[in-house]
């Protein structure tokens, strides 16, 4: 597996979890979040391939790659926090211990991060992030 497969992998989960895709501020892609609803963006850390060997068969001399996938999760200003964690719930049940295709995630956390300034200063919404620690194993 290549490390872009890895991320289409958790892209698709991401997708498939969010109840609408036009509210995502995907990497790389402009966004312009509406003040009215809730949005995520998604980042994706992932560390260098280490080398693992894994004896005879087809992961032999496959190395392992361990990342993060943090989801930041934004709702309105004044919803109460329970929109927040009710988001970030739906996250950690849809990753949490999940083998995913070869992607395997372990514990999954939130932390409730608090309102969030836009950039003059009015604080539009309140942020929650989900942590997914995962590895996979990348193919040589």
Request: net charge negative; proline share 6%.
């Amino acid at each position: 597996m290549t490390p872009d497969e890895v991320r289409q992998i958790i892209y698709d989960r991401i997708e498939a979890t969010w109840a609408t895709a036009d509210t995502i501020a995907w990497p790389n892609h402009s966004f312009s979040p509406n003040p009215e609803l809730a949005w995520i963006r998604p980042k994706i850390l992932m560390t260098p391939s280490q080398y693992g060997e894994l004896g005879m068969g087809a992961n032999a001399g496959a190395g392992i790659r361990v990342g993060m996938v943090i989801l930041q999760i934004f709702v309105p200003a004044g919803t109460g926090t329970k929109n927040a964690l009710v988001h970030a719930s739906n996250f950690e049940t849809a990753f949490r211990k999940q083998e995913l295709t070869g992607v395997v995630f372990e514990e999954v956390y939130s932390v409730e991060v608090g309102l969030d300034k836009d950039a003059k200063g009015k604080q539009n919404y309140y942020q929650t992030n989900v942590y997914a620690p995962f590895h996979a194993f990348i193919g040589e």
